[in-house]
């Protein structure tokens, strides 16, 4: 039985037609589920002044990003090239947070220019911004707060061994370079790691922000960065966004009254906003069956979706083309010249060649974290939007990947 964990439809328009439309494989993404991800976190966090910056990284193809402005969300960007596709999508300078890591002053400076807020992440470029900007230009200071927390050790940032963020123990020489060059600190951020569950490690981050605020006297927002889990198994417990939302208010309008002002609170999801709201829509190749398994081999793989491999992660599969067919046992790998298991040991509706998988939660960290492996091809990538498909990137071409390189003549 198809069931509502594995639509058939997105929005009336059959995830087959797409198929049918634009080919395999595909990305689809649902932009109600989106709009209505950064409604639940404005419901849940309605007793305070909150700001979404979508962590563009997840997915970043500008039209998502369209869909995210209309919600009333802003960005958040790594990278000078997240920020330009921020600009792109129509977000004003002031609607984007830059959160650099190890990155070269210019690319900073090259920000400043730009007008977005900037988050620095550690002492030597916080010293060269002071030298080089005094309180000309606010900054956010991102602070490591030594709390172990994410899905696995890959995506947990915010511990001791982590490369982000200036630790709250060099809190007395972040204070020194900001008196010794004036500087203007209006915002604080602390981001811990992805898929977490408990509503505690974003209430152990926000005290660390509280205390150290009580140095900072200019302070616009604190920023308790993203992370919430969402479910990837049937029956997973994803992060109970209003249960966050009661407890960290609460907490927050106690610190502003101590504080002496009301701050704004920002949040920067990744997930939450769109994993569940991606699909991507394989073909079957070859149904092949050996002394051990039944292996479904599909028109995709960890060149598009690097998640199972990289980080052991669960994605639900099912069978598009037979929904209601007897459930049989498949392991679901790709064509990519290496061991590239999608989901493994999974009861799916019997499979034969020609059938489209579909392949749950790929709307954060799956084509953007795409590669052309194996000089192997990116898919296109369709929204469907007031109940219709529309193409947001082309499938790629051989001429693209051979477009950059130049060929010696030998
Ligand atoms: N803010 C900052 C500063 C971040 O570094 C990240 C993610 C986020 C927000 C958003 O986190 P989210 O809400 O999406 O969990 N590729 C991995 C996840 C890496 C996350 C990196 N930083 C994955 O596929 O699980």
Known sequence: MPTPQDPTEIQGVTLQSIAEQFGTPVF??????????????????????????????????????????????????????????????????????????????????E???????????????????????????????????????????????????SKFGISIHQL?????????YGMLITGLHVHTGSDILDAEVFLRGGNVLFDAAMKF????????????KVGYKPDDIATDVFQVGKKVTEAFQEFCKKYGRELELWLEPGKFLVSEAGYLIVKTNVVKQTPQLTFIGVDSGLNHLIRP??????????????????????????????????????LIGEVKTGDLIVIKNAGAYGFSMASNYNSRLRPAEVLVWKEKAHLIRKREEFKDLINNQIVLEL
Request: hydrophobic content about 40%; charged content about 15%; overall charge negative.
């Open 217 to 228: 006297p200019d302070l616009k927002f604190l920023d308790f960065g993203g992370g919430f």
């Open 111 to 161: 920000a400043v220019d730009l007008g977005v807020t900037i988050n620095l992440d550690n002492l030597p470029v916080l010293a060269q911004f002071g030298q080089t900007y005094g309180n000309s230009v606010p900054v956010c200071i991102r602070i490591n707060p030594h709390i172990m927390a994410g899905g696995n050790a890959k995506i947990s940032v915010g511990h001791i061994h």
């Open 309 to 346: 491999m990289l980080y052991d992660a669960y994605h639900g599969v099912y069978n598009l083309s037979n929904p209601e067919g007897k459930l049989k046992p498949y392991n679901v790998v790709g064509y990519i010249c290496e061991t590239d298991t999608l989901a493994a040991d999974r």
């Open 172 to 180: 007395d020489e972040i204070l020194n370079i900001v008196s010794q």
């Open 28 to 109: 689809v993404y649902d932009g109600d589920k989106i709009t209505s991800q950064i409604q639940a976190l404005q419901d849940a966090f309605s007793g305070v002044m909150l700001k979404i910056k979508y962590a563009t990284k997840a997915l970043s193809n500008i039209s998502i990003l369209k869909v995210v402005k209309s919600a009333g969300a802003g960005v958040d960007a790594v990278s000078i090239e997240e920020v330009r596709l921020g600009l792109l999508a129509g977000f004003l300078p002031t609607e984007i947070m830059y959160t650099p890591n190890c990155v070269g002053f210019e690319e900073v400076q």
